[in-house]
């Protein structure tokens, strides 16, 4: 690259950037809004926040980063087209294809970056995250119960407790079981604490008494006891019968033909259109990014600005990142749309480059320069 095109790469690399860090940060602040009633309202430690809130990153960074290259692409060239430092590069010769180079290197970096995420990051930062809510679930007593609150634990089981210490005691707790709807159980004790173990997580409850109504019947059976435990089993099932989700697997364990034969019909297809994804959404990137210089690149240039092409470029980009969407979904229910997601991309990058090509004019009777001698000079060099 020359010396012109270095100082493109240089500011559309910046801009780059600081979009990643502002859509970052705007997704990690609605995030952390549910981690935070972690930390504040159930007692759970900040260096759980701060893990779950890093994990999240990898699960949407490979869709901010193709957006924030859009952005920068957006703002560099239009500030440029603004302070006619493109009508400048243009007269010096400078075509449009060579304009849009730095942009196109920025876009396959990021298309690498995207394919490292797809592949490798985020199925495991995703794993990591479903492996610590399940983990979080089994101490509802820490993290998740609430004080002066029914708090809904599992299906149709829900606790109460008055106050909690620092000790992790339960103070004047009521443990109501409807897990068996034709035997309701109600446990009220003085004191509760929870014990998690092999066999899974357990209320025990000390100085109370059980109340178990038969509906049958009509009758009611109390039970005084000074240690009484709630089983919670059925609450926390073992990690091993969960069935993992397709973004949890990783890329080797999709591309097994052994793994994806053995599942039924609707989760084969499931994990098809997930190993797809993963290797056609970075072409995204490109192909945002060639349709942002088509629309700032071609044509007759403006000095009045170039809000209407923007307003264009962002349309398209949204069609696109909406059609890859709806391939994506169509792909998991039937396998005809898998080379779909593929051609997508391709589809929007030739019309682009054709775009393209027809180079950059400047319209001198709506020029709002000084009608001087210089300024038509410059319209005429820049004209083909």
Partial sequence: MNRLQRYLFRNLLIATLYSTAGLTLTIWLSQSLRLIEIVVSAGAPMTMFLWLLLLTVPTFLGIVLPLALVAAILFTYNKMAADSELVVMRAAGVGPFALAQPALVVAFGVVTVVYALNVWITPSAHRELVRMEYAVRSDYSQL???????????????????????????????IHDDRVPDKPVTVMGDRAVMLTGPEGARFVVYDGNRQELDRKTGRLSQLYFERYAVDLKVLTPAAAERWPDARERSTAELMDPAAIVAQDDRMRRGLIAELHHRFSSPLLALAYAAMALAALLSGEFNRRGQSTRVTIAVLLVMGMQSAALGLTSLAGKMTVFVPLMYLLPLVAVLPALWVMSRGLRLKPGRDIGPRSGAGNGIAAGSSP
């Fill in 144 to 174: 998740f119960l609430r004080e002066g609150v029914f708090n809904e634990v599992g299906d149709r089981f829900s606790v109460f407790l008055r106050e909690r210490d620092g000790d992790g005691n339960l103070h004047k707790v009521l």
